[in-house]
């Protein structure tokens, strides 16, 4: 919420930059779950599970624009939520704005700033600030001031930096400065960040703790915003060793009002003006682009984050698919500037169908650090998957529609190479009507030798028979997410949440309840499903039996018998849809314990069965959400 800026002595002060000065906004239709271009986000509203907001036009798009606006300030009161267990605390520190929220903004001091001991109160030159930024290495000003001060200046009042709170280690001080972190204040008016306003204010000790929080995770929005970013790093290059996170997910490429020539001809985000954000950042561990952005990766940008960013551990170029992306690419790879091991954990190219096999062959034997590996729908060969070092420890694989690879190099690949031990996500899955990856001799080899570690497993568009529910009985004890193939019926699927009547008294007493919470059948006709049979008396998915059993993924041909369908509300289940996807999603019971869905492994996200996997824990949103909940 806009506020007028302060003042000292009767002098009114520039407002720092999330303090934009009060103007008339048009109300707008998104001010509960706010999103951003092309974003799907999760929303907890309702308490029901696979719940998502979707927006084509970005919030921060208004028919007016403040001209201090600042990176992205996330007021969403009811989006998607990171549990408190899951918050980042090795690379920055927590939530801005929303305290459940991963989104962050910045700030930086406002013009003509020259430290707190330059400020006159009341006529007076005075500071009761904790030390020297400066000395703390996070400042470039100077101040011909002196400190001074001892212990204590009279009774119950502490001098100048050496009050209790002051005196805490810097990581407990940004510990409790994240607690007063606030989202919408209930009155509506107020500033939601007050809190944090007053701490910039305090001291300089504890300014310099609060612009840690700050500028840790930065999200850019739209090129006006990074134009403003790259304006205030510039201008206080210290500022910039603090950025940890530059995240583009919820990048807008369009303006307020502009033409694409416009946009051009502001020249606020570039090729030149993102490659000099990059080499003032040089602390940065996560980059995360996407397809809007992809011209803007010229070769001496990726040059840099290859090459440049020692620290680097996650990049993300989500559904880059431009010439020039693949152009820039190539040249890089024939340069052959490389070195030989990058420090990349966390590495996603999903979606980039422009890549050629050449790159996956160059990067992936130099990633002996991996543990995230996303190359859904790419041009990955069997020869670059097994050039991953045996040295990585990958738990998160998506080879999903990777058509170049064979069903029986990749079960090759889980079952014997070293990295593929301890994996917690492997997606499997293959568009049918294209190609297909794993034939039931391949499923059968493969399901016995899938690691216990492993909490989601999705082989859709695999060739499955009744045979393969034996040896997925195992996998459902600790698997919470599984997608199953073709040519399996209802009746067969009953076996995995039940035991079946035929064994021995003995064996169905001993039987160890599954641990499913999501399972998708969409590879199953209506004529597989029964919907008959999956209402009826004696099926026991939709039952309370079947818990912790919460989300049936279903075809478009079985949900749009399903859509008029009396019997759904009445068995305690709901439709929920999301663009090609749509879930049969049980109804939390009324005073039921109620499980959101946030586990360690989602990286942030709560609703399941995604199919993107996130480099950086972060919520749910922008173009990311769209890739790992609504296409297919």
């Given at each position: ?220 929005p739209h090129s006006r915003i990074f134009r403003k970013f790259l304006s205030h790093i510039s201008s206080h290059p210290a500022l910039g060793t603090i950025v940890r996170r530059l995240d583009f997910s919820h990048f807008n490429p369009t303006g307020a009002g502009m033409t694409a020539r416009e946009r051009a001809q502001t020249q606020n985000l570039i090729p030149e003006t993102l490659l000099q954000a990059l080499l003032l950042t040089t602390n940065l561990q996560e980059f995360l682009a996407q397809e809007h952005i992809d011209d803007e990766l010229s070769p001496a940008v990726l040059k840099t984050l290859l090459c440049d960013l020692p620290k680097l551990k996650a990049l993300d170029f989500c559904a880059c698919s431009s010439t020039s992306f693949r152009e820039s690419f190539n040249t890089i790879i024939s340069a052959q500037i490389l070195p030989a091991a990058l420090p990349i954990a966390r590495l996603s ?284």
């Amino acid at each position: 919420m806009a506020v007028s800026p302060p003042t000292f002595a009767g002098r009114k002060v520039a407002p720092l930059p999330y303090m934009s000065e009060k103007k008339a906004m048009p109300l707008t239709t998104d001010s509960v779950d706010r999103a951003s271009f092309s974003s799907t986000k999760e929303s907890h509203m309702g308490g029901i599970a696979q719940t998502f907001t979707e927006s084509k036009t970005s919030s921060y798009l208004r028919n007016e624009y403040p001209q201090d606006e600042d990176a992205i300030v996330d007021d969403s009161s009811a989006g998607s939520r990171t549990p408190p267990e899951l918050l980042r605390t090795d690379s920055g520190r927590g939530m801005l704005t929303n305290p459940h929220s991963s989104l962050h903004g910045f700030v930086c001091p406002c013009d003509g700033f020259k430290g707190w001991k330059a400020i006159s109160v009341r006529g007076r030159i005075a500071s009761k600030s904790s030390g020297d930024l400066k000395g703390l290495a996070r400042w470039d000003w100077d101040s011909d001031v002196k400190m001074t001060g001892g212990n204590v200046k009279e009774k119950g009042r502490y001098a100048a930096g050496k009050s209790p709170l002051e005196l805490l280690p810097m990581e407990l001080l940004g510990a409790v400065i994240d607690q007063l972190a606030t989202d919408i204040p209930p009155n509506g008016f107020t500033a939601r960040n007050i809190d944090l306003m007053s701490l910039l204010l305090t001291s300089r000790g504890i300014h310099s703790a609060t612009l840690s929080t700050l500028y840790a995770q930065v999200t850019i929005p739209h090129s006006r915003i990074f134009r403003k970013f790259l304006s205030h790093i510039s201008s206080h290059p210290a500022l910039g060793t603090i950025v940890r996170r530059l995240d583009f997910s919820h990048f807008n490429p369009t303006g307020a009002g502009m033409t694409a020539r416009e946009r051009a001809q502001t020249q606020n985000l570039i090729p030149e003006t993102l490659l000099q954000a990059l080499l003032l950042t040089t602390n940065l561990q996560e980059f995360l682009a996407q397809e809007h952005i992809d011209d803007e990766l010229s070769p001496a940008v990726l040059k840099t984050l290859l090459c440049d960013l020692p620290k680097l551990k996650a990049l993300d170029f989500c559904a880059c698919s431009s010439t020039s992306f693949r152009e820039s690419f190539n040249t890089i790879i024939s340069a052959q500037i490389l070195p030989a091991a990058l420090p990349i954990a966390r590495l996603s190219l999903h979606e980039c169908t422009i890549l050629p096999s050449s790159v996956f062959d160059s990067l992936l034997p130099r990633l002996p650090h991996l543990t995230h590996l996303d190359v859904a729908h790419t041009r990955i060969t069997d020869a670059a998957l097994h050039s991953i070092p045996h040295t990585a420890r990958l738990t998160h694989l998506n080879l999903s529609k990777c058509s170049l690879l064979s069903g029986a190099s990749v079960v090759n690949f889980l079952t014997t190479h070293p990295a593929a031990k301890s994996l917690v996500y492997l997606n499997l899955a293959m568009d049918v009507k294209s190609s297909e990856m794993l034939s039931s001799d391949e499923i059968t080899s493969l399901l016995p030798y899938l690691p216990t570690t492993l909490r989601s497993l999705n082989l859709k568009g695999s060739k499955m028979g009744k045979e393969h529910i034996a040896l997925l009985l195992p996998l459902t004890k600790h698997v919470e997410e599984l997608g199953l193939g073709r040519h399996l019926d209802l009746r067969e699927l009953t076996r995995l949440f039940v035991p079946d009547s035929d064994l021995p008294l003995a064996e169905q007493v001993a039987w160890v309840p599954h641990s499913l919470r999501y399972l998708d059948v969409s590879d199953l006709s209506i004529a597989q499903m029964d919907l008959g049979t999956l209402f009826g008396s004696s099926c026991p998915v939709l039952k309370t039996i079947a818990e912790p059993l919460d989300v049936l993924e279903l075809s478009a041909e079985v949900l749009k018998r399903l859509e008029k369908a009396p019997d759904v509300k009445r068995v305690g289940w709901c439709i929920k849809e999301a663009g090609r996807r749509g879930w049969l999603v049980r109804l939390p019971r009324e005073g039921g314990i109620k499980d959101e869905g946030a586990r360690s492994w989602k990286w942030g996200a709560t609703y399941w069965g995604m199919r993107k996997i996130p480099v950086a824990r972060a919520e749910v949103g922008g173009i990311y959400g769209h890739y790992m909940f609504k296409k297919n």
